[in-house]
Every structure is written in structure tokens, then in C-alpha cells.
């Protein structure tokens, strides 16, 4: 079902734009065409920049590797780093308040001390101008004139003098003010507006434009945090104070105090070097002690730890050293009783255990006499029976049949015993298991007759060889196929043979009732049965498969179940094609294809049901007619689309 989508995209308004460049974006990114620039050689294709990137990935973890893994099981380390981390936050996170705290007071004291140094300049100033301007009321206008003519000296003279008392502490700075034409007058007759300063500072880069300005406007002191340029081009940073004041002439002219912060800064560097050198030593010795406790701490778990790993593989005799009285001392103690009391319950049960298969084995073989002799007189009875009335001739079958399953019950009793007390041995030998199967396909037909079924053996093209006691496989594989055709509900059975990978497998398959969930665990115990109320028609003991089990494991490979409801179930033996050689996997899987396949069709059935019932609402007319009805129905919503 298509839908014409072109309209849509056209009228998208303002945010066609961005979601072609995110899809654009997008697409890039995946074709790898964003890395072909940088990674790729030229003409390469825009997807092998995929693999360069995993490749750098890989070559940048590959050195973080052992450093992640000594993160992730030493809890000193841990500790210690979170500790140092921790530690130098605070100490940053204090260096900072302090650092503060002394700037303030810094600049509160240097601002207290720039205004009432200021102040007292200006009003000196001020003093000099007007005893400059008042003069003896008996001078005539010479003396007027040539005062007037000096005032540019007598600011040079004023401007050293504010200086005198100043040296390396503050600057003293004369600028003309923008409201007086000329105010400033040398030793000659000509006009200079000229500034006049002490020290090496430079004055018109250094006083800034808005505080002449406010000067300028305002007469009153004003102040300004600016950075003082000098002859050598380095520059400060100053408090800068001003005051627009009147000269011996009454013109205006702009009168400034520059203090440098030179030694505020290098109190504030020592202030820093001081706290940056405590801190690290904070730091360290913090490190130091988080360190040593910690050690203290671990110390004993990490015996306990080993201990442990000791004790589970067999050590039962370990223990941990105890010092002390504290908690780690009593964790110890606990530890070691704990170890004590293990070890005398292990015993025990080893002890109890080989007393249990002893008994096993000892009842095993005194029952093997008196068996024998009940033997001889079952089939002396036995062969007698025509001569009995049918009642006692159908004891004697019954007689000899049960004891059938007497003797092969002590058989599996005394095999059990031997692989409890580790004595079973392997006679490895190449075997090439199709001979096998076919003996036990040729054992099993007369069952599967009489049940109704075949046994069907597949993959048996090819020489199927391993190392194996073939004693022990046919054993194996016999009672794999007995409860295949016991269980199969007369279907037919497959044996299926495969080769690779330095492992050869043989699955079993039935059709029967199968097993469900968590059965394919359980079937493997000892005298355990799926269905207590199913009667065993080939006489099975109940440890055929938990001898089985014990025959994989003995040549190093694996026998496992899968079984679901009504779909049957298949038992698989993979073994290593030479003897001692460890598994890598199977050639064939656990699960049959034929059910897989069942899954992923009933999936694929699903998926156009339910986009067919969520899309056009038809699921009221659905039956259950199955997979054709589906199609159908999913047609139908394509054409009314």
C-alpha cells in the first residue's frame, strides 16, 4: 500500500530545511562518506571508514585495557584515587575562597589608602593654586603678568612635589581638561597642552577615555581600575584616581593619582605559591594515609580472598593468621571456624559418600552369586514352562524378563560406582562412529517395528572418525535411540552425523511428546522420569542416561537436551575428534532446524496479521483459516489502499 507523499514534503515550512540536513547528516554518517577525508585514501569507499574507526577504537582501549581491569579488582587503588580526588577538591575548592578573601581585602585596603592618599594631593593642590593667584595687594600688574606666564613651571613644580612622598607607591598625573583651550604655559610665550607626570608611566594610554570624560563632566574625585602602560611597553593593573582642580591661572586641567597593584600582586602570588605548596602536601599526605588504612583493611580480606580460592580447590587445611582483638581480628576467627567447621562437613560427607558407594559396590557384587544361582534355576524353569499350566508358565516368563532387568540394573549400579570413585578408564581408539550408529540402529529396529516407527539415519555420506572407547559411545548412543523410539510416540526417529571443527556430533531425534520447560536439566538425574505414570515396555533402569552423561564427560564432551511440547525433543553428543583435545563448538546445533523453522514461519505469519489488523481493522472476519487467509486478507488491504 503506497501513498503519494510529495505534497507533504513540499509544504514542510521552516522545518524542511533542518530535517533534510539531519536525514542528509544522517545518511552521511552512514555510508562513512564524514570520515572518507581524514581516514580513507583517496578512491576508497565512503563504508570501509566503519572499520577504520573500529580499528582506531580498538588501538586506543587496547593500552586502557590492563589499566581498567587493575581499576576493577583492586578496591585499594580505588580507594586511594578517590581519596586524592576527593582531597583535591576540597583543597582547590578552599584555595579559592581564600584566595578570594585575600584579593578583597586587598584591593579594599589599597582602595581605603588610594582615597585618602588622593585626597590629601588634591587638597594640597588646591592650597597651592590660590597661594599662587593671591598675591600683595601693592604688586602691580608685572608681577601678575610673569606669574601667569610660569604657571606651566609651577605645574611641573606641583606635580614633583605631589610625587616626592610617592616614589614606587603611586604616579602623579597633569592632563588638560577639554573645557580650557590653553592651560597649560611653558617658560616660552607659546601654548602647549603637554601633559606633565611622574615615574616611566605613559599618561594618555594609560588614564582611559570615560574617566577623563567624567572628569570632564563632573569635577568631583572618580576613580577607575585600569591597566598602567610604561616606556618599556609592559603594563600594570592600577586604581586610578581623579579630580578636574583649576591651575594658578584659573584654567581647568585634570589631576590624577596612579596606583599600581605591583605589590598587592606579588602578596597575592605568595598567598598562592603558599597555599598551591600546602595543598600538595595536603594531597600527598592525605593519599599517604588513605593509603596505609586501606592497607590495613584489605589486607586481610585479600588473605581471606586467597584463602577462599585455597579452600575451594581442595585446601581444606588453610586458614587465616589472627593478630589482634578488633573487627578485622574477629572476621578472622569467624572466618577460621567457618573453614574448621567446612572442612569436618566435607568430611563427613566424603566419608559418607564413600561408605555409600563402598555399600553400592559390595551389594553389586555379592548379588552377582546369589543372581547367578536364581539365573540358573529361571531358565531351568523357563524352559520347563510347556509343561506348565498357563499360569505358571506365564510366572517363569515373567521371572525371567525381571530378572533381565535385575542383572542390567546391577550393571548400571556398579558403572555408576566406578565414575563416583573416579576408576572408570578410557580405551581410546579411531572409531568411525557410522559403524556404531548402524549396530545401533540395527539393535533398535525391532523396537521401532513393534512401535510403529523407522529410524532413519542422516549425514552418514562421509566417515564420521574420532578417538572413542566405542564401547562406551554405542552404550551412549543405544540408549538415546531406545528412549527416542520409547518416547516417540510411534514416529519416526533421525539420527543425524556431522563432522568439523575438530568435533563430530550425533543428534537423536524424536517427534514424541517432547519435554517441557526446565526437563532438559532434570532428564540427566538419577531415576528420574518425565511421566511417573508411563510404564516402561523396554525395562529401562532410570540411570541410562545419567551413565551417558558420565560417558561424554569421561572422552571431554557434552551431551544435552532440547525438547518443547508436542514438537518432540533431541538429545545431542558432540565429542573432540581426538582424545583429550578441548571443544570449540558443534557441528550441529542443539535446537533441529525443522523447529527453528517452525518459529521463524510462525513469526513471519504474525507480522502481515497483525500490520493487516492494526491498518484496515479485518481481523473480525478472521477464522483461523490459516496462512492463506493471512495473504488473503493482506492483499485485500493493498488494494484498498
Not at 10 to 19: I, L
Not at 62 to 75: A, D
Request: charged share 25%; aromatic share 6%; glycine share 10%.
Amino acid at each position: 500500500m503506497t501513498r503519494n507523499t510529495a505534497p507533504h514534503r513540499a509544504g514542510g515550512g521552516r522545518s524542511t530545511g533542518r530535517e533534510s540536513d539531519i536525514s542528509k547528516f544522517g545518511r552521511l554518517w552512514r555510508s562513512g562518506v564524514l570520515f572518507s577525508d581524514g581516514l580513507l585514501p583517496e578512491g576508497a569507499t565512503g563504508p570501509g571508514a566503519r572499520p577504520m574507526v573500529r580499528f582506531f577504537v580498538r588501538w586506543v582501549r587496547r593500552p586502557l585495557l590492563p589499566v581498567m581491569r587493575l581499576w576493577r579488582r583492586n578496591i585499594q587503588l580505588r580507594v586511594v584515587v578517590a581519596t586524592l580526588l576527593l582531597s583535591l577538591a576540597v583543597v582547590l575548592l578552599l584555595g579559592l575562597v581564600v584566595i578570594g578573601q585575600v584579593r578583597n581585602g586587598l584591593l579594599e585596603a589599597k582602595e581605603q589608602t588610594a582615597q585618602s592618599q588622593a585626597s590629601g594631593g588634591f587638597a594640597a593642590a588646591e592650597r597651592m593654586a590660590d597661594s599662587a593667584e593671591s598675591g600683595p595687594s601693592g604688586e602691580d600688574s608685572i608681577r601678575g603678568s610673569r606669574s601667569a606666564q610660569n604657571s606651566g613651571t609651577w605645574l611641573n613644580n606641583l606635580v614633583e612635589q605631589l610625587a616626592s612622598s610617592g616614589q614606587g607607591v603611586y604616579s602623579v598625573v597633569a592632563l588638560g581638561s577639554e573645557n580650557s583651550e590653553s592651560p597649560f604655559l611653558g617658560n616660552s610665550s607659546l601654548t602647549t597642552r603637554g601633559p606633565r607626570f611622574s615615574g616611566d608611566i605613559r599618561p594618555e594610554e594609560s588614564v582611559p577615555a570615560d574617566l577623563r570624560k567624567a572628569l570632564d563632566d563632573e569635577p568631583g574625585p572618580h576613580r577607575r581600575y585600569a591597566r598602567v602602560y610604561r616606556q618599556d611597553h609592559s603594563s600594570d593593573p592600577a586604581l586610578i584616581v581623579g579630580k578636574r582642580l583649576n591651575d594658578a591661572r584659573g584654567n581647568p586641567y585634570q589631576l590624577y593619582y596612579v596606583f599600581p597593584f605591583t605589590q598587592e600582586e606579588e602578596s597575592l602570588n605568595l598567598v598562592k605559591g603558599t597555599l598551591a605548596t600546602a595543598g600538595v602536601f595536603v594531597v600527598v599526605l592525605l593519599g599517604a594515609i588513605a593509603w596505609l588504612v586501606v592497607r590495613q583493611v584489605v589486607t586481610p580480606v585479600r588473605m581471606a580472598a586467597g584463602i577462599s580460592e585455597r579452600l575451594a580447590a581442595g585446601r581444606l587445611q588453610e586458614r587465616m593468621k589472627v593478630t589482634g582483638e578488633d573487627d578485622i581480628a574477629r572476621l578472622g576467627e569467624s572466618f577460621n571456624k567457618m573453614a574448621q567447621n567446612l572442612q569436618g562437613k566435607i568430611q563427613q560427607l566424603e566419608e559418607l559418600s564413600r561408605m555409600q558407594r563402598r555399600f553400592v559396590s559390595d551389594v553389586s557384587h555379592e548379588l552377582r552369586t546369589p543372581l547367578t544361582t536364581v539365573r540358573m534355576a529361571a531358565d531351568v524353569i523357563h524352559e520347563a514352562r510347556e509343561d506348565f499350566d498357563p499360569a505358571t508358565a506365564r510366572s517363569a516368563e515373567l521371572l525371567l524378563g525381571q530378572l533381565d532387568r535385575f542383572e542390567s540394573l546391577l550393571a548400571d549400579l556398579l558403572e555408576i560406582s566406578r565414575f563416583d570413585a573416579g576408576a572408570a578408564n578410557l580405551e581410546a581408539a579411531p572409531v568411525d562412529l557410522r559403524d556404531v550408529v548402524h549396530r545401533v540402529v540395527e539393535g533398535c529396529e525391532p523396537l521401532a517395528e513393534r512401535k510403529g516407527g523407522r529410524i532413519l539415519v542422516r549425514g552418514d555420506e562421509q566417515p564420521v572418525i574420532a578417538e572413542v572407547d566405542g564401547r562406551r559411545i554405542e552404550r551412549v548412543l543405544r540408549n538415546l535411540v531406545d528412549n527416542a523410539v520409547e518416547h516417540g510416540e510411534g514416529r519416526d526417529v533421525v539420527v543425524r552425523l556431522a563432522t568439523g571443527g575438530g568435533a563430530v556430533a550425533v543428534a537423536v531425534r524424536d517427534y514424541g511428546v517432547g519435554l517441557k520447560e526446565g526437563e532438559a536439566e532434570r532428564v540427566f538425574n538419577r531415576f528420574w522420569r518425565a511421566d511417573p505414570a508411563r510404564a516402561r515396555t523396554t525395562g529401562g533402569t532410570g540411570l541410562g542416561l545419567s551413565i551417558a552423561l558420565e560417558d561424554a564427560r569421561l572422552h571431554g564432551g557434552w551431551l544435552r537436551a532440547w525438547g518443547a511440547p508436542g514438537d518432540g525433543s533431541q538429545f545431542l553428543l558432540v565429542l573432540p575428534c581426538t582424545a583429550g583435545e578441548p571443544l570449540r563448538g558443534s557441528p550441529l546445533r542443539l535446537e533441529p532446524e525443522d523447529s527453528r523453522r517452525k518459529r521463524q514461519q510462525a513469526r513471519e505469519r504474525q507480522r502481515p496479521a497483525a500490520a493487516s489488523v492494526g491498518a484496515a481493522s479485518v481481523s473480525a472476519g478472521r477464522t483461523g483459516e490459516g496462512v492463506r487467509n493471512d495473504e488473503r486478507v493482506r492483499r485485500s488491504g493493498e488494494e484498498r489502499g
